[in-house]
């Protein structure tokens, strides 16, 4: 059976300019759910499962508010929030799945499609290890064959050791053969901070499941873990700590859009 969702294999590669220089890289994989698919995927595969335990699994609960309604009807109900008028077209979601039960996104990443097929809209949704989320929502006005730029505030607190007074600025290529997504963070003096995730699509099959979870195996309890080691290392370079403000009283920033530049590849930070 071949399925419109996918999978992405790539890696996440981090940078810290100031100010201590700080790396880090790692082999990750994603999966690219067509949110009308998932039920689909829970029947056909014997690897994956909708909001039930399994070696891969997808839980609504992890996404957005957590709440009811379906997890689409969440995203749309976001999008009018922002000022985005929604339509029922495809929605995308780039995210990590549970493994054996336990996950932990630090970024999820929304395409949302109109009716007619272009892109819509896309949502950054952004975990924290305090188990707090935000979304920052952009309108994408003409996305074939581009890379979309679109910057934003830092509304939300995610790293103890990352001012609040910051500007992120995305780059983003939408899901084809490769997914690209790089996040830059500046201040008035320059660049503090580049993130990038890179992957290449596969098929998603069982095989190709069992073939992640052995050379990958608790890929989500490994990232959780290297957060947390490689928070213990920047402290160790003696980067202070900075207090958590309280979460925003919006859970949803809106993006603004910079334009678009025509590439046939991705670019990352």
């Not at 995210?95 to 499609?113: A, E, K, T, V, W």
């Amino acid at each position: 059976m071949t399925f419109r969702s996918a999978l992405y294999v790539g890696f996440v590669n981090h940078r810290r300019f100031r100010p201590r220089a700080h790396h880090l890289n790692h082999r990750m994989f994603w999966l690219l759910l067509d949110l009308d698919e998932i039920e689909v995927l829970h029947r056909g595969l014997r690897l994956f499962s909708h909001n039930r335990f399994n070696a891969v699994s997808f839980y609504d609960g992890d996404h957005l508010d957590g709440d009811f309604p379906a997890l689409r009807d969440r995203v749309e109900r976001l999008l009018r929030e922002a000022g985005i008028k929604s339509s029922r077209g495809v929605i995308k979601l780039l995210c990590m799945p549970r493994i054996f039960g336990y996950g932990f996104n630090p970024l999820s990443i929304y395409f949302c499609h109109s009716e007619h097929g272009p892109l819509d809209a896309i949502i950054h949704e952004v975990h924290n290890t305090f188990g707090e989320r935000h979304s920052y929502v952009t309108r994408v006005k003409d996305a074939e064959g581009a890379v979309l730029r679109h910057h934003a505030k830092k509304r939300f607190y995610v790293s103890p050791f990352l001012d609040m007074g910051i500007e992120y600025a995305f780059r983003v290529s939408a899901p084809a053969k490769r997914v690209t997504v790089s996040i830059q963070g500046r201040d008035a003096d320059g660049p503090i901070i580049a993130a990038a995730l890179s992957g290449l699509r596969r098929p998603l099959t069982d095989r190709a499941l069992a073939a992640l979870l052995i050379s990958m195996p608790l890929l989500t309890l490994k990232v959780i873990a290297a957060i947390h080691w490689h928070a213990l290392q920047l402290w160790w370079k003696g980067i202070k700590l900075r207090p958590r403000p309280d979460a925003p009283v919006s859970a949803v920033t809106l993006l603004q859009s910079g334009d678009l530049q025509e590439s046939k590849e991705a670019h990352g930070l």
